[in-house]
């Protein structure tokens, strides 16, 4: 091989590299600003609804999770390793019917593709909830390593966060989640709020979750990592 050749071949190498590099660091846009396409939706009575805005809608360039049924939207599309944002705030506008005055949500990943879908799905929340912003919830016998002990599988197992970072109701809050090589994070606002390691499910989708009270979401974006 000449010197010629080999020099393209090199190059040709790290353009591929830098090629893959660059579509994994990509921002995944989960939520358009225009509608809910790529998510569906779901609520006990009904079950679900391919046509996702039967029971939720998108108004001013926001996901508005309001109504009497709690449910959820779900992604169609499946992550492992990867850096998830989601901006979020309480909606307060007294139009919208409330289920109950508990201020109560969260966004679920991991969600299992193989699992039925029922209002607790088999996966991991960032807990939204008045308190306990931040909480981990491993939902269905999902476990995860804290402080090098593996938790105990059960229905519903609660991680508390160690930091609170919400902001005041009506305020635009950020969280983030990072998978990456076994390691779970969990971010509010710039602050870690929550960390852990080896989850027992290592992909799985993502849910935005309504219990009751009004909550909207402007942004969900993904980063796949390596």
Do not use: C
Request: hydrophobic letters at 40%.
């Amino acid at each position: 091989m000449t010197i010629n050749h080999s020099f393209q071949l090199r190059l040709f190498i790290i353009l591929l590299l830098f090629a893959h590099f660059a579509n994994a660091q990509t921002p995944i846009q989960l939520f358009n600003q225009k509608d809910l396409q790529g998510w569906y939706a779901y609520e006990e009575e009904a079950g679900k609804h391919v046509n996702a805005s039967e029971l939720f809608s998108v108004d001013s360039d926001m996901i508005r999770l309001y109504g009497k049924k709690a449910g959820y939207l779900m992604s169609e599309q499946s992550f492992e390793n990867f850096k998830l944002t989601v901006e979020y705030r309480w909606n307060t506008d007294s139009t919208f019917a409330r289920k109950n005055d508990k201020k109560n949500s969260g966004v679920m990943y991991l969600v299992t593709s193989d699992y039925p879908d029922t209002l607790w799905p088999q996966g991991v929340q960032f807990q939204i909830k008045e308190g306990a912003t931040g909480d981990f919830i491993l939902l269905q016998g999902v476990t995860l390593a804290i402080k090098g002990k593996k938790t105990e599988p059960g229905k519903s197992t609660v991680v508390a966060r160690f930091k609170d970072a919400t902001k005041p109701i009506g305020e635009w809050n950020t969280l983030v989640v990072t998978l990456e090589n076994g390691r779970l994070k969990q971010e509010l606002n710039g602050e870690l709020v929550n960390e852990g390691f080896s989850p027992s499910v290592s992909e799985g989708r993502i849910l935005l979750q309504y219990e009751g009270f009004p909550i909207d979401f402007r942004k969900v974006e993904i980063i796949k990592l390596k």
